[in-house]
């Protein structure tokens, strides 16, 4: 008689996780971060508070500047008097705080990537300052709003040359600068709430059937809120360059028409 030798039950073989990223490590993503937000903010600093000129070339005006207040008894910079609005507009949003907490707070670095010993600490949510100023948001996008509006009165006056109609390369760049500004606000999710959000039954609301077809191409485009907050970043801060290059001379604004 033969005794059957008894089987253990096979483990099956668990591989080792991925890095994050399909490849690189999960620190990659929260580095490059680090270094694009932090290079592009310390621009940012230097051309709204201490750029003070060359912000301006005929039809041109730097996106940071607009509106343009000039007030004699204003000392500094007048992209100070209206900067922060826009500022806090992505500072306060969620897709940028997710960003700037892990590049720059390591609050956490990375899903599943427990946060540094020292900063280990009890949560206590946006209820302190500055960080309860992020519950303002909704009044940075009404604010954005209305300086979107004249960023695209700047960029109807940049193809105006002498009276007429024209097109130069910085009148491109300007375009190309507002309307990725546009697709940024109107992607926000507090835009998406004013427009719908806040609807119970929009077969019971006014205007119903049209608002819901609005709220449905915000909800749309909300799904690419972080491309075009990373998009309308570099486009407007290469705007405010390629101004300050023409207006130092240092680049000939090529005239297309």
């Known amino acids: ?54 912000y301006s070339f005929q039809n041109y005006l730097s996106p940071f500047y607009s ?34 907490y892990r590049a720059f707070f390591w609050d ?27 519950n303002l948001h909704r009044y940075f996008l009404y604010g954005s709003i209305i300086v979107l509006l004249f960023l695209w009165r700047d960029t109807v006056a940049s193809f105006i040359f002498d009276g007429r109609f024209g097109i130069g ?18 992607s926000c999710h507090s835009f998406r709430h004013a427009v719908g959000g806040c609807i119970d039954c929009f077969a019971q609301a006014t205007a119903g059937k049209a608002r819901h077809a609005i709220w449905s191409r915000v909800s749309r485009l909300n799904e690419r809120h972080g491309v075009w907050a990373w998009i309308s970043l570099f486009l407007v801060t290469v ?12 680049v000939h604004d090529l005239r297309l028409l």
């Open 108 to 134: 956490p670095p990375a899903c599943a990537v427990a946060e540094l010993k020292f900063k280990r600490h009890r949560y206590r949510g946006e209820t302190i300052f500055p960080y309860i100023l992020t």
């Open 239 to 250: 705007a405010d360059i390629y101004v300050r290059l023409v207006a130092g001379g240092i």
């Open 1 to 54: 008689m033969i005794e059957a030798t008894p089987q253990t039950p096979s483990t099956p073989s668990v591989s080792a996780p991925k890095p994050h990223g399909g490849g690189f490590p999960w620190w990659t993503e929260p580095a490059v971060v680090l270094i694009v937000l932090g290079v592009i903010g310390l621009y940012i600093l230097w051309a709204g508070v201490f750029g003070s000129t060359g």
């Open 169 to 186: 390369l910085g009148s491109l760049v300007l375009l190309a600068s507002v309307i990725s500004l546009t697709f940024f606000t109107v």
């Open 67 to 100: 509106p343009l207040i000039l007030l004699s008894w204003w000392p500094f910079s007048p992209a100070i008097l209206v900067m922060w609005i826009p500022l806090g507009l992505r500072l306060s949003c969620y897709y940028y705080r997710k960003e700037y």
